[in-house]
């Protein structure tokens, strides 16, 4: 008796369920695979990995791979590009590897070293404007004079002593360098990465989907003058061939599978919408 596949939210699936998933699917938890047929898997939402990995049943050796290279297993949060697979759910929720690194980004964040600093130099200051308070009264006793009229000048003292405009000052300074970075295309939304910044000689980034938009596009083709294969203009043949041969899935306007093949599939779609019954014309 074959095995009856159900559809269940991801909200539902827990540990020991066994999901199938084919080309154009969202990975919906971490998983172990247990049967994989040309499976490929684009996996840059959390490695940065632009080009699709090739996944296997194959066990891996030692405790402590990374997640680029655990390839017997499927994450939640990434797309099946190409093949099938069979899979057993492992880790739901916070508990998947983008569940963790969203638990680090909720993480208390650290302070830049200017607000280190002026934390220091603010305890430094109070500290010794106590003692400054305390031998104004305590001279003042000593002399006899009126207790409360000399708590009162301590109090004076204490807050005068108290730099109010510093923090007038120091956001004034950053929202200037802001504005110089604002110049320079660079645009800031806390004032403290302005000194954070300014700080730093190298700058290590993410490129795909962080500076790129980890999406390819079909810029240019070429096509031979004669068609030889088919009755028909030779452009309407490859557009034929790009919109036909391919393992995508459309949901509405969005398409999944393979980046290559959405490439195509997308270039030839608009081809086929702009130019309609005149591409399939034959001359003559």
């Avoid at 269940?8 to 172990?32: H, T």
């Avoid at 607000?115 to 000593?142: H, P, T, W």
């Avoid at 599978?257 to 019954?277: F, H, R």
Wanted: aromatic content about 4%; proline content about 4%; some cysteine.
């Amino acid at each position: 008796m074959a095995a009856k596949v159900l559809q269940y939210p991801a909200s539902e699936l827990v540990p020991g369920d066994i999901i199938r998933l084919g080309a154009g699917d969202g990975v919906p938890a971490d998983a172990r695979l247990v049967e994989a047929h040309g499976l490929k898997v684009d996996e840059a939402s959390l490695t940065g990995e632009s080009y699709s990995v090739e996944k296997n049943v194959e066990a891996i050796e030692g405790d402590h791979a990374s997640v680029g290279d655990q390839l017997n297993m499927v994450f939640k949060s990434t797309w099946i590009s190409s093949g099938r697979a069979i899979a057993v759910v492992v880790a739901t929720g916070m508990q998947t590897e983008i569940g963790k690194i969203a638990s680090m980004l909720q993480q208390e964040e650290v302070k830049t070293p200017l607000q280190s600093k002026l934390l220091d130099f603010s305890k430094k200051l109070s500290i010794v404007i106590a003692l400054i308070c305390l031998i104004i009264y305590g001279a003042g006793v000593l002399r006899h004079e009126d207790h409360i009229q000399m708590l009162m000048t301590a109090i004076s003292v204490a807050v005068a002593a108290i730099p109010e405009a510093l923090p007038a000052v120091i956001t004034v300074a950053l929202a200037l360098g802001a504005r110089r970075m604002v110049s320079k295309k660079a645009l800031i939304r806390k004032l403290p990465a302005v000194e954070t910044l300014g700080s730093v000689n190298y700058i290590c980034t993410d490129k795909t989907g962080t500076l790129t938009m980890n999406k390819m596009a079909v810029r240019k083709i070429w096509t031979p003058d004669h068609n030889f294969a088919l009755d028909m203009p030779t452009k309407a043949a490859l557009y034929l061939v790009m919109s036909l041969n391919q393992d995508t899935q459309q949901s509405g306007e969005e398409i999944t599978g393979d980046s290559t093949e959405i490439a195509a599939v997308q270039y030839a779609m608009i081809w086929i919408m702009i130019l309609g019954d005149r591409l399939f014309c034959i001359p003559g």
